[in-house]
């Protein structure tokens, strides 16, 4: 009960104060739409004319307030450069994001887990120290930077794989997967990195537990000795990282479909940023703030399920 009402708390807040503070960098950034949607060599009239039509003549609480009180009844408004509904254009654009984030959760979460585990099994040795190096690689270079390798590696080079592009995967399960494999990786790089490390920690301290010890002198085997007793003592701190590495997934999309041209959320807020289309970066804003809330909430909900005694705690 207590975690439901924070979520419904933190609801209003956060949009609030997200969407505002969106509102008031994209405001006070360098330009005037109105001059570039104008056109180059209008006049003072037409551009006054196409400030009055977009509002940008009102102060910027007001501005503020109409586009608020619009959005809580669910009506985005209207893209200022696409001339389109904001809610249709973000959905349309919405299936290539959840894509490229889920695939790049999956190989994450996979990558994570098995590394993370191998190196706590076996702490010390060539493939714990193999695990650092690489969660150190993965924490230190940048998305981007690991995307344009894999481009001149895989689709240059090798030319195994597209290096831009995406198909919806109703056209083909083969071309939609083949478009996302390189884009995915390169998203996933930072969050299984940082899932490896945590997983190795958290892993390596259950193992040196009393109840883990214990089973080894009864002759279990290491598989059933993690799979019995160190899964689920390790989860929760594992589903803690998982919850903010899915967040922070949303945001690497901005920059990995922009460098492999995957017409994408992300992509479209890069797009309406630079063309000032603040209905559109508002309404990408709000869905993003969302989803991040939506899985607070349910990582919240996780403890209970990954250990009980979590959830009595929070009720009493």
Known sequence: ?????RFVVAVPVLFVVVSFGVFGLVALAPGDPA?????????????ARVREELGLDQPLLVRYGDWLAHAVRGDLGTSIARKQDVGELLLSRLPATLSLAALALLLALVAGLVLGTLAAVRQGGVLDRAVSVFAAAGIALPQFWVGLIL???????????????YEPIGEGVGGWLTHLVLPAVALAWLPAA??????????????????VLTARAKGLLTPQIVGRHVLRNA??????????RIAQLLGGTVVVETVF???GLGSLTVDSVLARDMPVVLGA????????????FLVDRSYGLIDPRTAEGARA
Do not use: C, K, Y
Request: proline share 4%; aromatic share 4%.
């Open 1 to 5: 009960m207590r975690t439901l009402w």
């Open 35 to 47: 001059v570039e949607l104008a056109g180059q060599g209008a006049s003072e009239a037409a551009i």
């Open 151 to 165: 481009v001149v590696v895989f689709s240059l080079q090798l030319g195994w794989l597209p290096a831009t592009g």
């Open 194 to 211: 940082e899932l490896a490390r945590h997983v190795r920690s958290a892993t390596a301290e259950v193992l040196d537990r009393d109840h």
């Open 235 to 244: 989860g929760i701190p594992v589903a803690t990282v998982l919850g903010t």
């Open 261 to 263: 041209g995957i017409p």
């Open 285 to 296: 804003v709000a869905l993003a703030t969302g989803v991040v809330l939506v899985i607070n």
